[in-house]
């Protein structure tokens, strides 16, 4: 009897031992995975994606050579910490709680992060960290923003992206891991290239673009004034595809390349009307490029699936074999990736909520590759959209040809006060120019995307199904409008209240001349554009800072507010009053009144504005 159990030992030992041993290969099999990610970049200013200014994106291009390339794929969300937190949670903004720009602290589910490092990878992230994740910081194994000598890494320097990619490889390596890393390029998020103090940007493109070389988006008007900014946007998509570059060239040199699984996206569209803080075609459509080691095909285009962002999750789960909860609302597209059919892959669901001030515009949408359908319950003809396009160069340009150009004056009323349904058809309009909604000879397209767009909204809980059968009850859409725009606003003042000490405690005195943050001021014609370079301590939560425009007597003449976190760069455009000239203006700056407990930062001394030439 003793022998038997001897003998049972034994086996059951060696069983157990081939269990751990299998467990190992598999995990050694496992790819490496490489995510890059660049900022309000629209889909069809990649060459390898339609773009006809030549030399834009050599280097996306190239990896577009080597990956499968997707031709209907979409995120879900035009703006970038919801749209990224879709990415990495697999659930859209209404069940993820990050509908806005502001911090879940105690999220019931789980994101790339924790699935990546339960597998057994090492993790790390470079840039876009506050904003990739519920919550920060979020337990990365490793922060990518600051070198390993302390000193901080410029978010629009190509070459440190790739001294990121080779620190993480390395670490990885130490730790004896497969790795996870996300790269997120800050570029051709503003501020675009040269938009810098004196306009001497350190950090320049390896290509210049000129306002002459420029064709226009469809989306906007031909205009000299436009095509100067876009001119500056498009030599910042040149520098994203720079540090794209250096990236791939890190892990070219690391030896891991063939055994590394890369996706590649944009967040959203570009930082320009009718793009970003939108759901519109181009607001929403990515160059997702996936490079699966002997699993995609080359230079192939995936022109029958319909893809997006809330499906990466489950996709990663098949790629890195973690598993996922199955309440999930996207699902793996890894079979597309193998070159497989799918079924149900004709359409996918896109959602807007707040922007970054918590103003509420929610929005809906349902997209296939020929019909877009819109639903706007905010839209009520009086209530301006809050959009971060509204102080562009472009967009003030639209607004003075208004006055005189019809066409324009009908685009920029959409703009602010949309309808509360659209439809485009946009594979002949891609530009969604015209809206179809009262064309009879549409209304079946429209009936249906209706009904679809339901099923989703029944299916996911979404908190606008309640109101979307009764689209037409203008007093109940506001009475939704009014309970939901309360609740935010009482959310940020919850926020903000948690940021302040009880009054029966001491506060902190008004710290002056602490250096949070450095600006120039910059005179151009009719304009003032400021740009704030700014540098929290990472302990602190998402606050305001605030930009007044002053007369010489200290009157306050304009004010401009945006939420910030971390380290980066804001601009701000005022209006040059009338009758008033560089030298009879100035500005003051704070970051509060709820920074670390009502610490704060002013400046009253008076910035002088440069003129540009």
Same mark, same amino acid.
């Not at 001897?6 to 050694?28: K, M, P």
């Not at 994106?57 to 879900?76: C, E, G, I, W, Y």
């Not at 008004?510 to 120039?520: D, I």
């Given at each position: ?10 086996? +059951? ?37 339609? +773009? ?379 530009? +969604? ?75 902190? $005195? ?29 302990? $602190? ?73």
């Amino acid at each position: 009897m003793q022998r038997l159990l001897f003998v049972l030992a034994v086996f +059951c030992s060696a069983v157990f031992c081939s269990i751990l041993e299998i467990g190992r290969l598999n995990a050694a099999d496992r790819p490496n995975v490489l995510i890059v990610t660049v900022d309000d970049m629209s889909c069809d200013s990649v060459g390898a994606f339609g +773009c006809d200014l030549p030399g834009t994106t050599p280097n996306m291009d190239a990896l577009a050579k080597t990956a499968l390339r997707f031709s209907h794929a979409h995120v879900q969300v035009g703006n970038c910490m919801p749209s990224r937190n879709v990415m990495w949670s697999g659930r859209f903004p209404h069940n993820n709680g990050v509908e806005g720009f502001y911090q879940v602290k105690e999220p019931s589910y789980q994101v790339l992060c924790d699935y990546a490092q339960q597998a057994g990878y090492y993790t790390a992230i470079r840039h876009k960290i506050s904003h990739s994740t519920p919550y920060n910081p979020y337990p990365w194994d490793l922060e990518l923003d600051s070198a390993p000598d302390g000193s901080k890494r410029h978010m629009k320097n190509a070459a440190s992206y790739g001294d990121s990619v080779r620190q993480a490889i390395a670490a990885a390596e130490q730790a004896d891991k497969p790795f996870c890393v996300m790269v997120n390029i800050s570029d051709p998020h503003k501020p675009f290239y040269s938009q810098v103090r004196n306009g001497k940007d350190p950090h320049v493109p390896s290509l210049i673009f000129q306002p002459e070389q420029i064709t226009t988006p469809g989306f906007l008007p031909e205009d000299a004034a436009i095509s100067q900014e876009l001119a500056l946007y498009y030599s910042s998509v040149r520098r994203a595809d720079d540090c794209l570059g250096q990236v791939l060239q890190a892990l070219r040199e690391s030896g891991h390349e063939q055994k590394t699984f890369v996706m590649f996206l944009s967040d959203h569209g570009m930082p320009l009307p009718f793009a970003k803080t939108q759901l519109y075609h181009h607001s929403t459509r990515t160059p997702l490029m996936v490079r699966w080691p002997k699993v995609t095909k080359p230079d192939t285009i995936e022109e029958n699936h319909m893809v997006s962002a809330v499906d990466f999750i489950p996709t990663l789960a098949e790629v890195m074999q973690f598993d996922v909860p199955t309440d999930l609302d996207g699902r793996s597209f890894a079979a597309v990736l193998r070159d497989e059919t799918q079924a149900d892959r004709n359409f996918i669901v896109k959602e807007y909520n707040e922007n970054s001030g918590s103003k509420r515009n929610p929005m809906r949408a349902i997209e296939t590759k020929d019909y877009l359908y819109l639903f706007n319950p905010w839209s009520n003809g009086k209530l301006i959209m809050a959009t971060a396009t509204n102080g562009t160069q472009t967009w003030k340009r639209m607004k003075s040809l208004a006055s005189s150009d019809p066409k324009i004056a009908a685009r920029v009323r959409l703009m602010e006060y949309r309808e509360v349904e659209e439809l485009y058809h946009v594979g002949s309009d891609p530009d +969604c120019l015209v809206n179809l909604i009262n064309d009879p000879e549409h209304e079946l397209a429209a009936q249906k995307l209706r009904s679809q767009l339901a099923t989703h909204m029944e299916k996911t809980k979404d908190p606008l199904r309640s109101i979307f059968d009764q689209r037409d009850d203008r007093q109940l859409l506001q009475q939704f409008m009014d309970e939901a725009q309360a609740q935010a606003d009482e959310r940020r003042k919850q926020r903000k209240a948690k940021q302040v000490k009880p009054k029966n405690e001491s506060k902190p $005195a008004v710290k002056k001349g602490k250096k949070f943050f450095t600006w120039n001021a910059v005179s151009r014609g009719s304009d003032i554009l400021v740009t704030i370079s700014y540098e929290l301590p990472t302990t $602190a939560d998402e606050v305001a800072l605030i930009v007044t425009l002053k007369s010489a007597k200290n009157k306050r003449l304009q004010r401009h507010q945006a939420e910030i976190l971390g380290t980066g760069t804001k601009q701000f455009t005022f209006a040059m009053p009338d009758g008033e000239t560089p030298a009879s203006l100035k500005l003051a700056a704070y970051i509060g009144p709820d920074y670390q407990r009502n610490w704060q930062y002013e400046n009253e001394s008076v910035v002088k504005l440069i003129q540009s030439p």
